[in-house]
């Protein structure tokens, strides 16, 4: 996708209000300070963003990495869309177009467009791919508790903001809602935009993929980029000893306890798939 052609796509005016209302409300932190408050952003950052986008959207149901009991599955996506990036439906399925099209033309998120571009830059605009989803989906598009966190993603998350309001007033929702979705947000986003230009490779996976180790202390992981890319169903991303992966570690244990099952690692997943 050139330059020329992001000019000529069409601006997606309620993300970009939806995004700006987000943004905007987590000025008001600095009014609403407490601690309570940042440590309940903090424990939320970890389960919307740690066990929800990064364990369950990512590594459990878009690539199948490992398998746990479909409550334990909904569960997870169920933090994963408090995370509020958009119905997990639509999440795993323009993911899973990236991996298919890394660095190309059709990556919804093409980093050879520029930082700003893979960023957010790409969420603006009404994509033209976006058509595709459904086929990228065929394994969740057809179930019931996908479609409902998917059709009601906003009204859930304002449920959210009603019970953090109940427990603590103003400053849990403008902490445990604006403040800790604008971190989850940008740290979700690096992982589009810095793995794939600041970095070390590891692996030819044929596209522009890094491993960045600050990427991977803010996503619990997610930062091995480059190992990714070459062994996307690996459970595991971080695979030198120094690659600290605090998802895996998580998977390790649900292993351990009996709740993840048929594991995949990076001897053993398939390398470019």
């Not at 992001?6 to 995004?19: G, N, R, S």
Request: proline share 4%.
């Amino acid at each position: 996708m050139t330059t020329a052609t992001q000019k000529q796509l069409t601006l997606d005016w309620p993300v970009i209000i939806f995004m700006a209302g987000i943004h905007l409300g987590a000025l008001f932190a600095p009014f609403a300070f407490s601690w309570p408050a940042v440590g309940l952003a903090l424990f939320l950052h970890w389960i919307t963003g740690g066990l929800g986008i990064t364990l369950g959207f990512h590594r459990l149901v878009t690539h199948r990495s490992f398998q746990t009991p479909k409550w334990l599955e909904y569960c997870f996506v169920f933090c994963g869309t408090l995370a509020c990036q958009g119905g997990p439906i639509d999440w795993i399925g323009l993911h899973r177009m990236h991996h298919v099209y890394s660095d190309q033309l059709q990556d919804p998120h093409d980093s050879r467009q520029g930082f700003w571009w893979s960023h957010m830059g790409w969420m603006l605009y009404e994509l033209p791919g976006r058509g595709d989803i459904p086929r990228y989906v065929k394994d969740i598009i057809d179930d019931p508790v996908y479609q409902f966190f998917q059709k009601y993603f906003i009204p859930i998350q304002v449920a959210l903001g009603a019970v953090l309001y109940l427990l603590g007033g103003w400053p849990f929702v403008v902490w445990g809602v604006f403040v800790r979705l604008v971190l989850v947000f940008h740290c979700t986003w690096f992982v589009n935009s810095a793995t794939h230009l600041f970095g070390y490779q590891s692996h030819q996976s044929g596209d522009h993929s890094t491993n960045c180790w600050w990427v991977a202390l803010l996503t619990y992981g997610e930062g091995w980029h480059n190992n990714h890319h070459a062994f996307p169903q690996s459970a595991r991303h971080g695979l030198q000893w120094w690659e600290i992966d605090l998802t895996w570690m998580t998977i390790w244990l649900l292993q351990k306890v009996g709740l993840a099952k048929k594991v995949r690692l990076a001897n053993s997943a398939t390398s470019n798939a």
